[in-house]
């Protein structure tokens, strides 16, 4: 009898069953499935990535790096890559929340076409891009100094990060931004002889659309030629 008892309370107690699945009661005494839950969670659209750490994801070309992966999230993208005349690449936040930048690399291409980690930039901690908000980082400057810079582009924002890298308009080149471990958050590929000067390599539309010939816009809504 006292066997039959502990199986008893064992069974009110909705234990783990031998499969590993548990059931919770609610309030309106309805029962719901742990398993299947879970399952839901993980097939959610935007349950994909939420970090700026995570490892290589079947598409590269854009990342959420806020800390959930909510529909809210902020929404880091390569915006627009300039390798003919001026050398530079903007980031662009096209979520509906902060950016954490802190740590995270933009590098050019090694020969073999791998990201080229010894010459890549790191933002400083405490780096933010608040929605709508881009980052702009000049390349092939021989005086790249660490953190925000003032010496920029005529016509560009105020300030912005100097890399001493430089991009290939001839032979085309990939452009990275990486974690602070050094696996790939974003990547886009400049094409060989994408365009000429002073045309620019951005999505249109901004932030959003297929990279496409545009005209110049450091730090500002891309635009057709």
């Known amino acids: 009898m006292q066997h039959r008892s502990w199986l008893l309370l064992l069974a009110l107690a909705g234990c783990t069953t031998a499969g590993g699945t548990s059931t919770d009661t609610s309030p309106d005494g309805s029962t719901a499935d742990a398993a299947d839950a879970t399952t839901a969670d993980a097939t959610a659209p935007d349950a994909i990535t939420a970090d700026a750490t995570a490892d290589v994801a079947a598409d590269t070309s854009t990342a959420d790096v806020a800390p959930d992966a909510s529909a809210d999230a902020g929404r880091l993208v390569i915006n627009e890559i300039s390798a003919a005349g001026d050398e530079w690449v903007e980031l662009f936040n096209a979520g509906a929340a902060p950016v954490d930048l802190s740590d995270l690399q933009v590098a050019d291409s090694e020969a ?7 010459r890549a930039i790191r ?9 709508g908000q881009y980052a702009l980082v000049l390349a092939n400057q021989a005086d790249a100094g ?16 100097h890399a001493a890298w430089s991009l290939s308009a001839s032979r085309g080149e990939t452009v990275w931004v990486l974690s602070p471990s050094g696996s790939v958050v974003l ?9 000429t000067a002073p045309n620019t390599w951005g999505r249109l539309p901004n932030g959003t ?4 010939v545009s005209r110049p816009t450091p730090a500002a809504a891309n635009a057709a030629p």
């Open 123 to 131: 933002f400083p901690p405490g780096t933010t891009l608040a929605p």
């Open 187 to 195: 990547s886009e590929l400049y094409p060989m002889s994408a365009t």
């Open 146 to 161: 660490a953190g925000p810079q003032t010496a920029c582009l005529d016509g560009g924002p105020s300030t912005c990060f």
């Open 112 to 118: 073999d076409g791998g990201a080229r980690l010894s």
């Open 209 to 212: 659309g297929a990279f496409a």
